[in-house]
């Protein structure tokens, strides 16, 4: 019986210990800024001269689809780098339609755009784009 609860004991420790340097090992890699670099430079607030970034999310961001650095020229207009670029759908200048996730009249939703944390007055059909914007299509509820 002593021959069994040593056993027991030991398997108990080991099990513990491989828990706890599992636990440790998951707070180093946060820790170590290895998880977070990928991240940062995907999302640096610096966009390269003569680029655009243009970044697609659902529900304010809640869900991200797609994000690109764009090279442009003077003039370009962002309704027609959205569709050399990505998949897109529009009916009279309105993007329906980016990657084939759809606005819907049903579930009251349409893409939104944003550049530079503001909201344009004019429709992407019409905003010429300008080195170094920061372009962000979201769909969400226009209710």
């Not at 084939?100 to 939703?109: L, Q």
């Amino acid at each position: 019986m002593k021959k069994w609860n040593g056993l027991i004991i030991v398997s108990i420790m080991i099990i513990s210990i491989g828990l706890l340097a599992g636990c440790s090992f998951g707070e180093e890699t946060e820790d170590n800024g290895a998880s977070t670099s990928t991240t940062d430079s995907t999302h640096s607030t610096e966009v390269p001269e003569n680029h655009v970034r243009i970044t697609v999310s659902i529900n304010h961001g809640n869900e991200f689809i797609t994000e690109e650095e764009i090279p442009i020229e003077d003039g370009d207009i962002l309704l027609d780098v959205m569709e050399e670029n990505f998949y897109v759908e529009q009916k009279g200048g309105f993007i329906t339609s980016i990657e084939r996730v759809k606005a819907s009249d049903e579930e009251k939703t349409a893409w939104m755009y944003y550049v530079n944390g503001e909201m344009p007055t004019v429709g992407a059909s019409e905003y010429e784009l300008s080195s170094g914007d920061k372009i962000v299509f979201d769909l969400q509820s226009w209710e």
